[in-house]
C-alpha cells in the first residue's frame, strides 16, 4: 500500500497558519547524555506544557530535560555548550 505524501506547509499555508517543529535531534543538541526515547518524552512534555507568552525554545527544552531526567552531567570542559 502506498502512503500519501503530506506538504505540511502548503497545507498550513491555506489554513493561513504556521508551525514550527522540533525534533529529537534538537534536543540532543542540549542533552546529548539522553537517549532517542528521553528526547521525545521531553518534546511531548513541553508540547503538553506548552505556555503561548514564552512558546518553546532552546531554555524550555532543557528546562523539561532538567525536570524530567536531571541536570546533563558534567562535559569534560567543565561547560555546557547551547546552540
Known sequence: ????TIDIDAY???RRQIAVTWSIEDVQEIR???TE???WEVLQ???QE???AIGINWSVLECHAEM???F???TDDGEEEQP
Open 68 to 70: 524530567l531526567f536531571g
Open 12 to 14: 498550513l499555508a491555506k
Open 45 to 47: 512534555q513541553a508540547r
Open 32 to 34: 546529548p547524555d539522553l
Open 50 to 52: 506548552h505556555a503561548a
Open 37 to 39: 526515547e528521553q528526547c
Open 1 to 4: 500500500m502506498r502512503r500519501k
Open 72 to 74: 546533563a552531567p558534567d
